[in-house]
């Protein structure tokens, strides 16, 4: 692996379904993030982790659930996917560093989403 | 919390022409703002960022200007080239991590 990959590429799912996208990387950066993106309204954040055993609510955090049980990895869950969920979903990680320093947030080639 | 725009939503200029982007955001705390450029059903990658206490800065044919009394900063291209089309995002934060981010433009270079 190299870098930060997600999977599946794209996913056509059934109302009232769980889905579960996946988000892995091999930078050891501490810092990951998912975010959703749809037309005219840019990248929103979802939900982030500072740090593997931490997660914390993004902008718009509402149907969603993350975990971060290590480094590498930082899934996210539908737990009963709606319509309006339909998008295109991008993971990415960042170095954290040392406080009040900014590092590049690197983007995974994202999974299309789409509810019927 | 902070609430980024972006303008215009889309942009065509002839090639080697300069294109301009603007951003506005409402958080006057906010001290990193990063662009990003995606190209068509790409990832999107990190072009330029510019830090709070600095007002330009570039590389090579594109800068990005830093106001920080008016709340706004915006990215230059120059001699822009085919290869420049794609969709840019400007993002802001004072969190070092949570980026928000503009709704993007949609840069078309006319060969």
């Known amino acids: 692996i190299a870098g930060i990959t997600q999977a599946p590429t794209s996913q056509i799912l059934a109302a009232g379904r769980r889905m579960t996208l996946r988000c892995t990387q091999d930078?050891?950066?501490?810092?990951m993030y998912w975010y959703r993106q749809d037309l005219g309204l840019g990248l929103r954040l979802i939900h982030y982790?500072?740090?593997?055993?931490?997660?914390g609510k993004g902008e718009v955090p509402d149907g969603y659930s993350v975990s971060r049980a290590n480094t590498d990895d930082f899934p996210l869950t539908l737990a009963s996917a709606v319509p309006s969920q339909t998008s295109v979903y991008f993971c990415?990680?960042?170095?954290?560093?040392?406080?009040?320093?900014?590092?590049?947030?690197?983007f995974g080639p994202g999974t299309r989403l789409t509810v019927l | 919390g902070e609430n980024v725009e972006q303008h215009p939503s889309t942009l065509s200029v002839q090639e080697g022409d300069s294109a301009v982007i603007k951003c506005t955001y409402s958080?006057?705390?906010?001290?990193?703002f990063p662009w990003y450029k995606q190209e068509l059903g790409k990832r999107p990658q990190l072009i330029i960022d510019i830090r709070s206490n600095v007002g330009e800065k570039k590389d090579q044919r594109i800068a990005v200007t830093l106001n920080k009394t008016a709340k706004h900063f915006s990215l230059h291209i120059t001699e822009t080239q085919p290869e420049d089309s794609a969709v840019y995002f400007c993002a802001a934060t004072r969190t070092a991590r949570q980026l928000t981010f503009g709704s993007g433009t949609q840069l078309t270079v006319l060969p």
């Open positions: 958080d006057s705390a906010s001290n990193y």
């Open positions: 930078m050891r950066h501490n810092a």
């Open positions: 990415a990680s960042s170095d954290s560093g040392l406080a009040g320093t900014y590092n590049e947030q690197f």
């Open positions: 982790s500072n740090t593997a055993g931490t997660t």
